[in-house]
C-alpha cells in the first residue's frame, strides 16, 4: 500500500457509537496528523502525534501510534450527525524536508 | 482563532489561460504550502515556501506553476497555461516555525475550487 492509507474507506455507523479509522504508512516519521475534511471544503487539523508519542486525547478524539507496525488509529468516541466527513490521515516523513503525505481518507457518515 | 484565507472560493477558466489562486497565511507564519485534491483522489503535494524561496517541490509542480509573495500577506499560486487535469480542489497552508509543525502542524485554508472548460 502507498504512505497514508486509511482503512475502512468508508464507515457508516449510528449516532452515540464509536467509529475508529486506520492508517498505515511506509516509512519513517516525525509526526502523524489527522485531518478532517466536510464535502467539499477545507482541512481542518484535528490533532497531531509525535513519533516517540504512543496515544493522545483530545475531546473525543484518541488517537494511537505504533511506529513498528507503522499504524495509527483514529477514535472517535459517542459520535454525532455532525462528525460526518472525511478523515484523512497525513505523515511528516523523514528526509522528505516540509510536506506532508495524505491517505486516501475515511468517508464517515453518522446517521441520527 | 487565526485564519488561512483563500480566494476565490471558487474560479472557472478556459484552457489556455493562465489564473492566479491567492492566499493569506497567518501573519507569524513562516512556511507556506500549495497543495492540490483532484475531485475523488488524495491531497497531494505541490510546493512549499520559506524565506522568499522555494524549499520544496513535487512533480506536478511544472514549469507551468509558479509561486510568489508579492508582498508581506499574499502568496499566490499561478498556473500559466491551464488544462482540464488542472481541475482540482487548491490549498494554501501555513506553519510557524519548525518546532511549532512538529508540535501542532498545518494550517489549511478553505480552498479553490478551479474549474478548466
Not at chain 1, 467539499?40 to 497531531?48: A, D, Q, T, W
Not at chain 2, 499561478?78 to 508540535?103: H, N, P, V
Request: net charge neutral.
Amino acid at each position: 500500500s502507498q504512505q497514508g492509507e486509511e482503512d475502512p474507506q468508508a464507515l457508516s455507523i449510528q449516532e452515540g457509537e464509536n467509529a475508529t479509522m486506520n492508517c498505515s504508512y511506509k516509512t519513517s516519521i516525525n509526526n502523524l496528523q489527522w485531518y478532517r475534511q466536510n464535502s467539499g471544503r477545507g482541512l481542518v487539523h484535528l490533532i497531531l502525534i509525535r513519533s516517540n508519542e504512543r496515544e493522545k486525547h483530545s475531546g473525543r478524539l484518541r488517537v494511537t501510534l505504533d511506529t513498528s507496525k507503522k499504524s495509527s488509529s483514529l477514535l472517535i468516541t459517542a459520535s454525532r450527525a455532525a462528525d460526518t466527513a472525511s478523515y484523512f490521515c497525513a505523515t511528516d516523513r523523514i528526509g522528505a524536508g516540509n510536506m506532508l503525505t495524505f491517505g486516501g481518507g475515511t468517508r464517515l457518515m453518522v446517521k441520527p | 482563532e487565526p485564519e488561512v484565507t483563500q480566494t476565490p472560493s471558487h474560479q472557472v477558466t478556459q484552457m489556455g489561460q493562465e489564473v492566479i489562486l491567492r492566499c493569506v497565511p497567518i501573519s507569524n507564519h513562516l512556511y507556506f504550502y500549495w497543495y492540490r485534491q483532484i475531485l475523488g483522489q488524495k491531497v497531494e503535494f505541490l510546493v512549499s515556501f520559506y524565506n522568499n524561496e522555494i524549499s520544496e517541490k513535487s512533480e506536478i509542480f511544472d514549469d507551468q506553476f509558479s509561486v510568489e509573495r508579492p508582498d508581506g500577506s499574499n502568496f499566490t499560486l499561478k498556473i500559466r497555461s491551464t488544462k482540464l487535469e488542472d481541475s482540482a480542489m487548491y490549498f494554501c497552508a501555513s506553519s510557524e516555525r519548525q518546532g511549532w509543525r512538529d508540535r501542532y502542524g498545518y494550517t489549511f485554508g478553505s480552498g479553490t475550487r478551479l474549474t478548466v472548460v
